[in-house]
């Protein structure tokens, strides 16, 4: 497979899943802010911005605004109609390498998000539209895995898919279980860890575990370390990891055995984790999957799509 | 559904002079006539929407903004007899199985030019005209691998040919996505006819694409180079690569050492043994044509000219289509072939010829003037639709280039019906059948009907408002 292929659908998928959680977070905030007061609303978005990397608008920190920056605002490279426009535009580069009906369908969710307005969705049913987005998503991870081979392409979304959830995941857990210093300090209540749950999708797994009893460490556990939920960290590293060693074996690069090292160890990490240990330096730990994260995508590209080339033409022979 | 339907001096695709429907338009015509108008738009916009989900768009230039436009596509059918389609292919067999002699010539002995059958200065001073390429040996001498050559239909209904297409033709997708979409939208309307299938181009097209194998490996390795997705045409590279099941690559993606070609892919660099190529001549390599070029491969014409890759088509093919050469195409073909041209040339004259240039002048307003190196109906004057501002400023252009330009008689093309507004109107059509030429000469049995959709136009190209429509060949 071409390397700028690779590349294409790796961000492909990294752009939708980004998407989906943008889409998921705001939905989830538009509707438990509605029994907040004004200061404990502000609150949680300024939280949100910074579970999503962003600024605040320069329209101020009311809903309206940042709805309106981290939806429909081009000039936001993570808004949810940046993120669709740019795995399209991935999606267009590999046009021939991914399925008539994936395209279609990336391509209705873009006409979608594209040709609705903020002040229309506002006035409806925002919950309406971020589930559309969300079910578009959805939609299309299941014409991928329906329609597409599994093959070294398939592995290559699937690891830009879990890369970007298990960042953003990291990314949303340390702002919930290490605020700031100062203004943000309080205990979080029983609302924002529910919350936090529905913001995953968890609520109901969670509650088949632990039941409705709500404790931060088993909130903390389900979410990093649980096998089985497919928003978990752990649950993304080992999808991360079989990735990595199904693109390897179909590389005959000696450079792919770094990429499964680092995979293997990120993994291990969250399969022998303590979430007691954990919870005594979270952030310390959040970071470092985040750092491990990054260090697998760098050697995913310096092993498979940026190489230098006199390296494969001296190093191995070419095919 | 056709009251508003006329009759003028065009020669009509579905209707004789006296408004009786042609025999091989009868069956189509008369259900029709039994379709309410409601029906026709329903399923236009079925159509329609076909086109924009599935994203088979394209890019209109000069416009900034990048959007995407979806080809108009008109519902309704244009049908080519057996015998027609005959007489079409044998002239498009023994027009390209010249030009390519000619192109051999050019580049090799140039015995045409020594015996003044075609100025010498004509094909010197092309710009297309690539001097590297002189002495260079091509895979089996084919030059022209990939040609769509426009046809247009007189007042007496006389194929002609307009223009040549030698470079890097386009619109192949579309003759190939209306037929899918017609089958789709109207599969009733194929009952009872016999239409010849055109679904295997992209199998015609690998074949052909092998044949340049310099190698003649088995297997070999073919790619087709895309100048990227903001060219006009992608969604007819993906499309194409798809259909021959080839990788689609850009420049960025290959690479040359040692006079080979590689492309970049996970498992290491894999050698490249044919590139179809969708990228003109001055982008494909920075170091012998443009410097400044970033679509093209550095090295590829030193390893094209080692005879380590195959291209198609060739460098340096646009001579052959210049619109001052093509003037001398009845000539080329004589000279080559012996034979008579089987589809005549249009009236051409030339501004670099005194006696023409002062004709030319004349009748700026009844001729159609257009430079010898543009394409897709830019740089066109429309005399008898053109007004005085516009002439003035294309006789200073003449005289400033003569060689640059040509004038042609104001062809009346001929009409065929088309559903616009809700009712079924004629409109001017062209069209532009495609030409393979690998081992042999093949043409897959039919074409795309361009149509200039407003009414009374006479440019049918995309970028100036046209559309298309399927195009049956029938059997006997």
């Known amino acids: 497979m071409l390397s700028r292929v690779a590349d294409s659908l790796f961000w492909m998928a990294r752009y939708l899943e980004r998407a989906e959680h943008t889409a998921r977070l705001l939905d989830v905030h538009l509707h438990s802010a509605l029994d907040l007061t004004p200061t404990a609303a502000e609150r949680r978005w300024r939280r949100l911005l910074l579970a999503l990397h962003s600024q605040p608008p320069a329209a101020g920190v009311t809903p309206y605004a940042i709805t309106q920056a981290l939806t429909f605002d081009m000039s936001n490279s993570d808004s949810i109609a940046a993120c669709i426009t740019a795995a399209r535009d991935n999606a267009r580069q590999v046009r021939e390498r991914i399925s008539s009906e994936m395209w279609e369908q990336v391509n209705r969710l873009y006409l979608h998000v594209r040709h609705t307005s903020m002040d229309e969705m506002w ?55 290490c605020p700031l210093e100062g203004s943000d300090a309080e205990m979080l209540d029983y609302f924002e860890w529910v919350a936090l749950l529905k913001s995953c999708t968890a609520f109901e797994a969670y509650c088949k575990v632990y039941t409705a009893s709500i404790r931060p460490e088993d909130v903390a556990e389900f979410l990093l370390l649980n096998a089985e939920f497919p928003r978990s960290i752990r649950f993304a590293a080992d999808m991360i990891q079989e990735a990595a060693q199904s693109i390897g074996r ?59 080339a006199d390296e494969a033409l001296k190093g191995e022979g070419a095919l | 559904m056709f009251a508003s339907y006329d009759i003028d001096i065009a020669w009509d695709e579905m209707f004789t002079a006296d408004g009786q429907p042609r025999p091989h338009y009868l069956p189509l015509y008369e259900r029709l006539t039994n379709l309410s108008a409601e029906e026709l738009y329903r ?21 900034g903004d990048g959007t995407e436009k979806i080809f108009p596509y008109d519902l309704i059918p244009r049908i080519i007899p057996a015998a027609e389609w005959s007489v079409i292919e044998r002239g498009l067999t023994q027009r390209i199985t010249a030009l390519n002699m000619f192109l051999r010539d050019v580049y090799h002995e140039g015995r045409i030019l020594a ?38 239909r007189d007042a007496d209904g006389r194929f002609l040919v307009l223009e040549d297409n030698l470079r890097v033709p386009s619109g192949v997708s579309y003759m190939l996505v209306n037929r899918q979409v017609m089958k789709r939208t109207f599969p009733m309307l194929f009952e009872g006819y016999n239409v010849r299938p055109i679904e295997h181009y992209g199998q015609a097209l690998l074949e052909t694409l092998r044949a340049l194998d310099p190698m003649q490996r088995p297997d070999p390795t073919i790619v087709l180079l895309t100048p990227g997705i903001y060219n006009s045409a992608y969604f ?151 007004t005085r501002e516009q002439r003035e400023e294309f006789r200073r252009r003449i005289l400033a280039a003569p060689r640059n330009y040509i004038a042609q008689p104001t062809i009346m093309l001929s009409r065929a019906a088309c559903f616009v ?56």
């Open chain 2, 236 to 386: 007819e590279h993906t499309f194409l690569a798809r259909q021959m099941g080839v990788q689609l690559v850009e420049g960025r993606d290959l690479l040359v050492h040692d006079n080979r070609v590689y492309m970049r892919t996970t498992a290491g660099l894999q050698r490249v043994d044919v590139i179809y190529r969708r990228l003109d001549d001055d982008f494909l390599d920075p170091l012998a044509f443009r410097p400044d070029s970033a679509l093209g491969v550095a090295g590829l014409f030193n390893a094209y000219r080692a005879g380590n890759v195959g291209l198609a088509n060739a460098i340096g093919t646009g001579i052959a289509d210049d619109k001052a050469i093509y003037a001398y195409v009845p000539r080329i073909i004589r000279y080559y072939l012996g034979e008579d041209p089987i589809l005549p040339n249009v009236e051409t004259y030339l501004a670099c010829n005194e006696a023409d240039r002062r004709y030319i002048l004349d009748n700026l307003d009844k001729l159609v003037i257009k430079a010898v190196g543009e394409s897709g109906g830019y740089g066109m004057l429309v005399g008898p639709h053109s």
């Open chain 2, 421 to 476: 507004d809700g009712r079924v109107e004629p409109r001017h059509v062209d069209l532009r059948p495609y030409i393979l030429y690998g081992e042999k000469i093949v043409i897959v049995p039919g074409g795309l009907t361009r149509v200039a959709l407003r009414r009374g136009s006479l440019v049918v190209n995309s970028s100036q408002g046209g559309g298309s429509k399927d195009t049956w060949v029938l059997n006997d």
């Open chain 2, 115 to 152: 015996d003044n059958v075609v100025p010498r200065e004509l094909v010197y001073s092309c710009a297309y005209y690539r001097r590297e390429m002189r002495g260079v040996r091509v895979p089996r001498d084919v030059y022209i691998a990939i040609v769509g050559t426009d046809l247009v």
């Open chain 1, 250 to 308: 179909s590389s005959i690069r000696r450079a792919t055995a770094r990429v499964e090292r680092l995979a293997g160890r990120l993994r291990a990490v969250l399969d022998y984790g303590q979430v007691d240990e954990i919870m005594t330096d979270m952030h310390t730990f959040l970071m470092s999957i985040r750092r491990m994260c990054i260090q697998v995508h760098d050697e995913i590209y310096r092993a498979y799509i940026s190489y230098p």
């Open chain 2, 43 to 63: 399923r236009q916009q079925a159509a329609d929407a076909a086109f924009l989900y599935q994203g088979i768009t394209f890019a209109v230039y000069g416009h």
């Open chain 1, 123 to 177: 006035s409806g049913e925002p919950h309406l539209f971020f589930r559309s987005v969300k079910e578009g998503v959805h939609l299309f991870q299941g014409i991928t895995d329906a329609t597409l081979s599994h093959d070294e392409g398939w592995w290559f979304i699937q690891i830009g898919r879990y890369l970007e959830r298990a960042m953003a995941t990291a990314t949303l857990l340390d702002v919930h279980f």
